[in-house]
């Protein structure tokens, strides 16, 4: 069964930090890249950032460049989203985020985790 | 960026009918849409990609089509599990952009 579990979601401060992990399983994982998606009951779904199958690329949402960092462990199955500076405006559930085809940066997300909700109080 | 948006933002259709929900594109994505449904407290389940094809275990109620900049995603003989939010995204571009989502409501 092909799964991703997200953890690591809680309240912090303006301006603190936090480190969101996804758990995945069921499929070959350092064949896909990775994306984190966020959604807000006011904006709906936004794409935040991906890095690719073998971890040599990323590529940011300018909402968060410079702020937010995305990394992998191929070896652990495991993709990571590090929230720094964070603002009240990024209050929202965190979704970890499959792509649906191999080895390709952009596409259709096909398997979503069931989120990680980060609040930002100011 | 490109800009999705959708209409209605709320749509209200009674079981066992079609509902017809719009997708807008500012501008041309060929045919990199897809459909995504959201129940409550739910991620989203992708149902349509290449703007009119099937996701796995997408039932032949739905229907995706358009291209360019504007699509559409039918789901005929309406089920109560149909009952959701729906959103369509663009992966022409960076960055991938989302609509705000049609809420489809039981009349």
Known sequence: QVLLVESGGGVVQAGGSLTLSCAASGFTFDSFTMHWVRQTPGKGLEWVALISYDGNNVLYADSVKGRFTISRHNSQNTVYLHLNSLRVDDTAMYYCAKIRSYYVYRDTFDIWGRGTMVTVSS | ?107
């Open chain 2, 1 to 107: 960026e490109i800009v999705m948006m959708q209409s209605p933002a709320t749509l209200y259709v009674s079981p066992g009918e079609t509902a017809i929900l719009s997708c807008r594109a500012s501008q041309s994505i060929s045919k990199n849409l897809a459909w995504y449904q959201q129940k409550p407290g739910q991620a989203p389940r992708l149902l349509i990609h290449g703007a009119s094809t099937r996701a796995s275990g997408t039932p032949v109620r739905f229907s995706g089509s358009g291209s360019g900049t504007e699509f559409t995603l039918t789901i005929s003989s309406l089920e109560s599990g149909d009952f959701a939010l729906y959103s369509c995204q663009q992966y022409s571009e960076w960055p991938l952009t989302f609509g705000g989502g049609t809420k489809l409501d039981i009349k």
